[in-house]
């Protein structure tokens, strides 16, 4: 069996029969011609079908479109029998049905090119290029009954011209939308639409009354010719991109116009087949009109899921990011704050995820009763929710921890969830910009979250100081978390002295960081580092070794004293830290009275019971617990009262207007007074001349620490000021 002929001589002969064809109409002999005109649309049929064979994504397109050339070249084989044998009466509408045929077959090819296979599937689709047909029809039967050119045929022979007429406009159609579906740089495209453009003409020929049976085999051999050329161009490597080619609801509409055009230029003589034709069109239409308004409303469904969450009704996290872009750059500040339930995780698995879901439900509403008009609630999924509040025109920019305050407010009260009543708290990240970076006012509220997650001291504020990478701030985090292993970190020791005889009694422990290349740096140039980047665990610990081994050493030369280390909210949110302490104290061998663990009032402003338990542990070792910072944060009596604490250390602002206050002498002394019935001893922070220090002594406070005193001092330089105080006995000051 012999191989079918390579594309390349395929399109040769294509091309060859074209050449000839239009030779003998140049010459003078249409009859010969339309030999030519037969054998060239044959080999563009096979092309098509070759393309079809071996470009399977296309192979729907291109076996149409062989199907569309061989009924067009039948219809030249035919014309040339009729022509030669000189056939007529009811064969001589055998070209016109030819036609007429190969025009549907074309156009659904050129569809699915267009749409895909996937779309053709809708029946409505094929019926409104028929709608489109028929329109055409009924304007070409008008136009007769005002005088057109066909006027004075009968009707049947009108049909035979006006049909092939009225399909291959609907042909012309999908031709023309072919390039923009295939990609404009996809040369096949313009080749299938040229094709197209050209084998019309002689049909439209006809139905205008111009003889074109002299000339027809001469568009149609041009046509065969370039279809050919583009069946036989390789496709490109990436398919194009679909396009929607078929008649859209709004053609669905100008089509109805065109009804109205019709009806009404026929208005005097309108014959049945025009009312049938015009009725037909406008059911088509208005079926397909129904499908676009269906469609609409499924988009706008769409769209709407697309930006809401499901569960709770509120804005999505695309919403918010899509808000986020919006309000910012206008010049205005915009807050952002982003939540999360605590210990969700904990919820959902007592109540299921019916009862979870419930709960989730419930605190967007509470939320979003607390959001003015101009703010928009979002959940960013699970257990996280966001808000962006813009300024609105004309009013003061919105405080974020006025903003973070509300939040909270609206969560107080206790949730009822499957009968149960629970009190739900939250961590919040705050931020706020007035530039035009929305991603970066994301990310800023994310690592403020990040922060309040860990302290569970209520909402947090970006800082830039704190959060931002300035001044390579991530570079030190890094050179920090060497630190901790390369013993770069050391302690410097502030005296704690009885304020009645001017004894030693302690120290308190304060970290420095030896920088091999910054030199000694502060607390304040690294320890909210280790808060924002979860080293504050490590560095505490480290601090708390160094403390203990001083201890050890201070032991075996004789020495006793007390040394307090500062103690974070994040760990006291560690349930193994006081094992982990009693390991450290086996290990050291120092006695636990030795060891004073000093937090903040502002651990306990959510009144944890985590939190709770780690004091009691730490305290049931035989460490003692300090008040740092009294009077500044949250002040209740009752964790006085619960908690074993034995000290209380006055804020430095108290021990600075103590002689210029009356009412800052009268809580000074009242506190020292509870203190004392509370069994606690109180030091006085912040102590730097001896006017200050007497009338300390005079509200009966214990001990006093501050720069009248000395400096946080090294180990070493400790033992020296310790020995000039020995030689000069009752000496206050640092000399």
């Given at each position: 069996?012999?191989?079918?002929?390579?594309?390349?001589?395929?399109l040769?002969?294509?091309?060859?029969a074209?050449?000839?064809?239009?030779?003998?109409?140049?010459?003078?002999?249409?009859?010969?011609?339309?030999?030519?005109?037969t054998?060239?649309?044959?080999?563009?049929?096979?092309?098509?079908?070759r393309?079809?064979?071996?470009?399977?994504?296309e192979?729907?397109?291109?076996?149409?479109?062989a199907l569309?050339?061989?009924?067009?070249?039948?219809?030249?084989?035919?014309r040339l029998?009729?022509l030669?044998?000189?056939l007529?009466?009811?064969?001589?509408?055998?070209?016109a049905?030819?036609?007429?045929?190969?025009?549907?077959v074309?156009?659904?090819g050129?569809?699915r090119?267009n749409?895909?296979s996937?779309?053709?599937?809708?029946?409505?689709?094929a019926w409104?290029?028929?709608?489109?047909a028929a329109?055409?029809?009924?304007a070409l039967?008008?136009?007769?009954?005002?005088?057109g050119?066909?006027?004075?045929?009968?009707?049947?022979?009108?049909?035979?011209?006006?049909?092939?007429?009225?399909?291959s406009?609907v042909l012309?159609?999908?031709?023309?939308?072919?390039p923009?579906?295939?990609?404009?740089?996809?040369?096949?495209?313009?080749?299938?639409?040229?094709?197209?453009?050209?084998?019309?003409?002689?049909?439209w020929?006809r139905?205008?009354?111009?003889?074109?049976?002299?000339?027809?085999?001469?568009?149609?051999?041009?046509?065969a010719?370039?279809l050919?050329?583009?069946?036989?161009r390789?496709?490109r490597p990436?398919?194009p991109?679909r396009r929607d080619?078929?008649?859209t609801?709004?053609?669905?509409?100008?089509?109805?116009?065109?009804?109205?055009?019709?009806l009404?230029?026929a208005a005097t003589?309108v014959?049945?087949?025009?009312?049938?034709?015009?009725?037909?069109?406008?059911?088509?239409?208005?079926v397909?009109?129904?499908?676009g308004l269906r469609?609409?409303?499924?988009l706008?469904?769409v769209?709407q899921?697309?930006?809401?969450?499901?569960?709770?009704g509120?804005?999505?996290r695309?919403?918010?990011?899509?808000?986020?872009?919006?309000?910012t750059g206008?010049?205005?500040?915009?807050?952002?704050?982003?939540l999360?339930?605590d210990d969700?995780g904990?919820i959902?698995?007592?109540?299921?995820s019916r009862?979870?879901?419930?709960l989730l439900?419930?605190?967007?509403?509470?939320l979003?009763?607390?959001?003015r008009?101009t703010c928009?609630?979002?959940?960013?999924?699970?257990?996280?929710?966001?808000?962006?509040?813009a300024?609105?025109?004309g009013?003061?920019?919105?405080?974020?921890?006025?903003?973070?305050?509300r939040?909270?407010?609206?969560?107080?009260g206790?949730?009822?969830?499957g009968?149960?009543?629970?009190?739900?708290t939250a961590?919040?990240?705050?931020?706020?910009t007035?530039a035009?970076d929305?991603?970066?006012?994301?990310?800023?509220?994310?690592t403020?979250?990040?922060e309040?997650?860990?302290?569970?001291t209520?909402?947090?504020?970006?800082?830039p100081?704190?959060?931002d990478d300035?001044?390579?701030?991530?570079?030190?985090?890094?050179?920090?978390?060497l630190?901790?292993?390369?013993?770069?970190?050391?302690?410097?020791?502030?005296?704690?002295?009885?304020?009645?005889?001017?004894?030693?009694?302690?120290?308190?422990?304060?970290?420095?960081?030896?920088?091999?290349?910054?030199?000694?740096?502060?607390?304040?140039?690294?320890v909210p580092l280790?808060e924002?980047h979860?080293l504050?665990?490590?560095?505490?610990?480290r601090?708390?070794?160094?403390?203990?081994?001083?201890l050890a050493r201070?032991?075996?030369?004789?020495?006793?004293?007390?040394?307090?280390?500062?103690l974070?909210a994040?760990n006291?949110?560690?349930e193994a830290?006081?094992?982990?302490l009693?390991?450290?104290l086996?290990?050291?061998?120092?006695?636990?009275?030795?060891?004073?663990?000093e937090?903040?009032?502002?651990?306990?402003?959510?009144?944890?019971?985590q939190?709770?338990?780690?004091l009691?542990?730490l305290?049931?070792?035989?460490?003692?617990?300090?008040?740092?910072?009294?009077?500044t944060?949250w002040?209740?009596?009752g964790y006085?009262?619960?908690?074993?604490v034995?000290e209380?250390?006055?804020?430095?602002?108290?021990?600075?207007?103590?002689?210029?206050?009356h009412?800052?002498?009268?809580i000074v002394g009242?506190?020292?007074?509870?203190a004392h019935?509370?069994?606690?001893?109180?030091?006085?922070e912040?102590?730097?001349d001896?006017?200050?220090?007497h009338?300390?002594?005079?509200?009966g406070?214990?001990?006093?620490?501050g720069y009248?005193?000395?400096?946080?001092l090294?180990?070493?330089e400790?033992?020296?000021?310790v020995?000039?105080?020995?030689?000069s006995?009752?000496?206050?000051?640092?000399?």
């Open positions: 069996m012999n191989p079918p002929p390579s594309p390349v001589r395929l040769a002969a294509v091309l060859g074209a050449a000839l064809a239009v030779a003998l109409v140049a010459l003078g002999h249409p009859v010969p011609a339309r030999v030519g005109t054998t060239a649309f044959a080999g563009a049929a096979l092309l098509c079908l393309r079809a064979r071996t470009t399977p994504t192979r729907g397109t291109w076996t149409r479109l569309g050339a061989a009924l067009l070249g039948g219809n030249a084989l035919y029998v009729q030669s044998l000189d007529g009466g009811p064969w001589s509408v055998v070209p049905v030819l036609t007429t045929a190969a025009f549907p074309l156009y659904s050129l569809v090119w749409r895909g996937r779309l053709l599937q809708r029946r409505y689709e409104t290029g028929v709608a489109a329109l055409v029809l009924a039967e008008a136009w007769t009954a005002h005088g050119p066909l006027a004075d045929r009968p009707q049947t022979a009108r049909l035979v011209l006006e049909l092939p007429a009225s399909a406009a012309l159609l999908a031709a023309v939308l072919t923009l579906s295939a990609g404009v740089r996809d040369p096949r495209g313009w080749l299938t639409t040229a094709a197209t453009v050209v084998v019309v003409v002689p049909v020929a139905a205008l009354g111009i003889s074109g049976a002299d000339w027809a085999p001469l568009p149609l051999a041009l046509a010719a370039v050919a050329c583009a069946a036989a390789r496709p990436a398919p991109g080619g078929s008649l609801a709004g053609e669905a509409l100008a089509m109805l116009l065109g009804v109205v055009a019709v009404a230029v003589r014959s049945a087949l025009v009312v049938v034709l015009a009725g037909f069109t406008t059911a088509v239409c208005g397909r009109l129904l499908h469609g609409l409303t499924q706008a469904e769209r899921q697309a930006t809401t969450d499901e569960l709770t509120t804005a999505n695309r919403a918010l990011l899509h808000r986020i872009a919006q309000v206008t010049g205005e500040q915009v807050c952002l704050a982003v999360d339930v969700f904990t959902n698995d007592g109540l299921g009862g979870g879901d419930q439900v419930e605190v967007a509403g509470r979003q009763g607390a959001l008009a928009v609630l979002g959940r960013l999924g699970g257990d996280d929710f966001a808000v962006v509040a300024t609105p025109p009013m003061p920019p919105t405080d974020p921890l006025e903003l973070g305050a939040l909270t407010a609206a969560l107080a206790p949730f009822t969830v009968g149960l009543r629970l009190h739900v961590s919040m990240g705050l931020a706020a007035t035009d929305g991603e970066q006012l994301f990310v800023r509220a994310a403020a979250l990040r309040s997650k860990r302290l569970r209520g909402p947090v504020l970006h800082d100081a704190r959060h300035t001044s390579g701030q991530l570079r030190l985090v890094e050179e920090l978390r630190a901790l292993v390369r013993d770069e970190l050391v302690l410097h020791l502030q005296p704690q002295v009885d304020v009645g005889t001017g004894a030693l009694h302690g120290v308190e422990a304060l970290v420095r960081w030896q920088h091999p290349a910054r030199g000694l740096l502060g607390p304040a140039s690294f280790a924002a979860g504050i665990g490590p560095l505490t610990e601090v708390l070794e160094l403390a203990l081994a001083q201070w032991r075996a030369d004789g020495v006793r004293l007390r040394v307090s280390v500062n974070s994040s006291l949110l560690d830290l006081p094992e982990r009693l390991g450290r086996l290990h050291h061998r120092v006695d636990p009275a030795d060891l004073v663990l937090v903040t009032e502002n651990v306990f402003a959510g009144d944890s019971p939190v709770r338990g780690v009691t542990a305290a049931g070792l035989g460490a003692g617990l300090s008040i740092d910072d009294y009077g944060g002040s209740s009596l006085l009262r619960r908690l074993p034995g209380l250390k006055l804020d430095r602002s108290f021990t600075a207007d103590l002689r210029t206050d009412r800052t002498a009268a009242s506190t020292i007074d509870l019935r509370l069994g606690m001893r109180v030091v006085a912040g102590v730097e001896e006017p200050t220090l009338e300390l002594e005079r509200l406070c214990d001990l006093s620490q009248l005193h000395a400096r946080p090294p180990a070493d400790l033992a020296g000021w020995a000039a105080r020995a030689a006995p009752g000496a206050l000051t640092a000399g």
